[in-house]
């Protein structure tokens, strides 16, 4: 089931991850191994979850590596269906 406009899934982390730790960024990101640039773009939208964030997001904050997938899945899908117009437009063209 898609939701309607689902965040951007770094607005939960750092909502319900980072936020209620007291965590700056730059600890986050050392504590899960990552770059501080990777987890900035993470929290501002510009950059989504890959799988391999997934475990490290489980790991670290709990949930399953396939909720974090989950919710990034349902956010790009949710992206791509803007333009289902010009999408069904272009497929139409095969039929």
Same mark, same amino acid.
């Given at each position: 089931?898609?939701?309607?406009?689902?965040?951007?899934?770094?607005?939960?982390?750092? !909502?319900?991850?980072?936020?209620?730790? %007291?965590? #700056?960024?730059?600890? /986050?990101?050392?504590?899960?191994?990552?770059?501080?640039? *990777?987890?900035? !773009?993470?929290?501002?939208?510009?950059? %989504?979850? #890959?799988?391999?964030? /997934?475990?490290?997001?489980?790991?670290?904050?709990?949930? *399953?590596?396939?909720?974090?997938?989950?919710?990034?899945?349902?956010?790009?899908?949710?992206? /791509?269906?803007?333009?289902?117009?010009?999408?069904?437009?272009?497929?139409?063209?095969?039929?």
């Amino acid at each position: 089931m898609v939701m309607y406009n689902p965040p951007h899934p770094g607005e939960a982390v750092r !909502e319900f991850c980072i936020e209620p730790l %007291g965590l #700056s960024v730059t600890e /986050a990101a050392k504590g899960l191994g990552v770059s501080r640039s *990777s987890l900035s !773009e993470l929290l501002n939208g510009r950059r %989504g979850i #890959s799988p391999e964030m /997934a475990i490290r997001l489980s790991t670290a904050f709990g949930g *399953s590596a396939e909720s974090w997938i989950t919710q990034q899945a349902q956010y790009d899908l949710w992206q /791509a269906m803007r333009g289902a117009d010009r999408i069904k437009r272009q497929v139409r063209a095969f039929a």
